[in-house]
């Protein structure tokens, strides 16, 4: 094992019970999936073996809302799955169930065993889950969501939390069915980890959201602020059904009402898993490819619809892409899926919204930014090595692909494309499954972070931990390297500084700019193989780029490693979730996600930081270089930053960028104020921004949004 290994790099989660590995002698079991062997996939523990790990519910009671004769609420904490609670029929949803424990313990996770007697009547659908120390003050939910309808358990983690009495409050049945609600049996979990930091240092990990689906891609809806997300074709797998290819199940959650709803996406005959995707000059979300190599669908969040974008001009999935300047896309790449570019090489391509058509350019070529990846090799052609680019729209319409491969390269998008090539990255390997992030785009600033040079291996586990797994073939170590690039004109080679390394390595990750213009990364992976929950990386971290240091923030409840997502709301808060997509009963499944609530957001005694509030924005559109009149009210206003709205998938979130906004007066800037957009639309890139202000503290107000047009 190489190097010192810090002791975080092996916690586990607070899960119900540990993970089981596939039989190793079943020849059946000798195949990969997404490359990685079937066997050294962990599948779910038995349910009583989960259930065996439960805190013991000797002497504790239970009260509800409404039952029927028969079907009390003591059933679904009577140790028995053949007996259920079950409300009265007539009873009015909303319904909760409260659980008294007697004592007050740090808890950390409940699982739900849905009735089985193959009625599904009365699963739960939109669900609460509450904590209380005396019965009386609840609080907000720790947890929230839609779970599917299904009879498996349903396993709800959270922050860990002090509490003696655990409620659960049904807001739907999940079908549709009427409005009973019914458990088997509740169970509730002692937490795993310590209580968790001051919220005024570290931040906290406020409210946990299920989803009825695994959410590898998410995206920000701009006319709503809710967020949109999806797995592929199923809700926990990508591969091997009668769907692939022609349908995508999507999920709603709603900051405003705290709903989640479902929705399966089938007019556009597509599959989106593993896709190419961005927001576009419209704030429309455009996601191309994946498993359906040449679609393109497109959500238009004012009409709430998806329609067919037309067909891409090469098949392609596991691509990056990204806006322009032009508000035209670009992608390029992407041999996951479509057949390999050895073959048919991958190279550039252009989307026009107007008139929803691709445009080949065979003048940007795939093949110089290509990692060298074994399993490429190994293969015989490409595979993995034009994989996610970290791709960035600048200025003139060009493209700057800052990774994952050292090499860099300058992408033209006029005519037919051109390529130059812009340096290596330093001292960097090639960094699959890294990130990149434009944190200052005034002055072309780009933060890149960790990343492994390979993208998945074979490994072969002879027990349940990765501690004494055998490796072999290919080496995904991620890197806690970290680089700063700074971009000027096109076709000219940037800047490439090292700075100081992560305290931890990682790959699968998430990075995400805040309104202070810090970078919150979260989640990942030290060694970088998919579909596993070893090795994970718990503690998140705060870049400064005023000190260029890292600092350790409040640990994640949940891995967040290969399929992960993370984005950032319009409340200055942040989304983290996924995880998994390995087929139903895979243990490293995660459908749901994390609301983390960044220190800026605490008074010094953990209390809630008054924020301010943007009255007034003069336009709810401006052309790059035009200005805008903001008017705020609370406490004193220093300063203003856009943030674009964003989308991800696969660690790839080429939407985002940072823009400080200088007020024409200093000091105060309460009350209306002016301020100037860049002039250039490829700083400014055209589509929907967040609009903050923010005191001298770093407080950050809710958004507002703002269209940014290319003044074309």
Known sequence: MRGLLSPVLFAVSALAAPQVFPDRSAQAQSGTLDGVRID????????????????????????????????????????????????????????????????????????????????????????????????????????????LDDSKMKTTIFTPGNARYVRITSLSEAGNRGSVMSIAELNVYDATTEPPPSPAVAGS?????????????????????????????????????????????????????????????????????????????????????????????????????WSDGGDLIKPRGYQSQATLSDGRLFTIGASWSGGSSTDNPKDGEVYDSATNAWTALPGCPVDPMLTSDPEDVSLGHIYR??????????????????????????????????????????????????????????????????????????????????????????????????????????????????????AFPRAFHNSIILPNGKVFITGGQYFAVGFTDQTPQLIPEMWDPATQAFTQMAPISIPRNYHSTGLLLPDA????????????????????????????????????????????????EVAAGGQLSITTSGPAVTEYALIRLSSTTHTVNTDQRRIALTPATSGDQSGAVTVTVPQDPGVALPGYWYLFALTEAGVPSVAKYVKVTNGG
Request: with cysteine; glycine share 12%.
């Open 385 to 502: 090595g034009d994989n996610h680019g970290w791709l960035f729209g600048w200025k003139d319409g060009s493209v700057f692909q800052a990774g994952p491969a050292v090499a860099m390269n300058w992408y033209g998008t006029s005519g037919t494309g051109s390529q130059s090539a812009a340096g290596n990255r330093a001292s960097d390997a090639d960094s699959m499954c890294g990130n990149a992030i434009m944190y200052d785009a005034v002055a072309g600033k780009i933060l890149t972070l960790g990343g492994s040079p390979n993208y998945v291996t074979n490994w072969n586990p002879v027990s349940s931990t990765f501690l004494v797994a055998v490796l072999t073939e290919i080496d995904s170590y991620s890197t806690a390297n970290a680089h700063i690039i700074t971009l000027a004109e096109p076709n000219t080679t940037p800047e490439v500084t090292t700075i100081n390394s992560m």
């Open 573 to 620: 808060t942040v989304f983290n979730g996924g995880g998994g997509l390995c087929g139903d009963g895979c243990a490293t499944n995660h459908p749901d996600g994390q609301i983390y609530r960044p220190a800026y957001l605490y008074n010094a005694d953990g209390s809630p930081a008054d924020r301010p509030v943007i009255d007034v924005v003069s336009a709810g």
């Open 205 to 305: 990990w406020a409210l946990t959201v299920d989803f009825p689906l695994v959410p590898v891609s998410a995206a920000i809806e701009w006319s709503s602020g809710r967020l949109l997300v999806w797995s592929s074709f199923t809700s926990n797998a990508f591969g091997g059904g009668a769907g692939q290819g022609h349908q995508t199940v999507t999920a709603i959650y709603d900051p405003a009402t705290q709903l989640v709803s479902q929705r399966t996406v089938t007019n556009t005959d597509h599959d989106m898993f593993c896709e190419g995707l961005s927001l576009d000059a419209d704030g429309r979300i455009v996601a191309a490819g994946g498993n359906s190599d040449r679609g393109t669908s497109i959500y238009d969040s004012v009409a709430d619809s």
């Open 40 to 147: 050294a996939i962990p599948v779910k523990a038995p349910v009583a073996e989960i259930v065996a790990a439960a805190i013991p519910s000797d002497g504790w009671t239970v009260t509800c809302d409404s039952s029927q004769a028969g079907n009390d609420c003591s059933n679904a904490i009577d140790g028995s799955a053949d007996t259920f609670w079950l409300t009265d029929a007539a009873a009015a949803l909303p319904q909760s169930i409260v659980v008294d424990m007697k004592t007050t313990r740090l808890v950390g996770n409940i699982t739900i065993q849905p009735r089985q007697d193959g009625t599904p009547t009365g699963n739960i659908g939109q669900h609460q889950v509450f904590l209380s120390e005396d019965g009386t003050n609840w609080g907000n939910p720790v947890a929230l969501g839609t779970y």
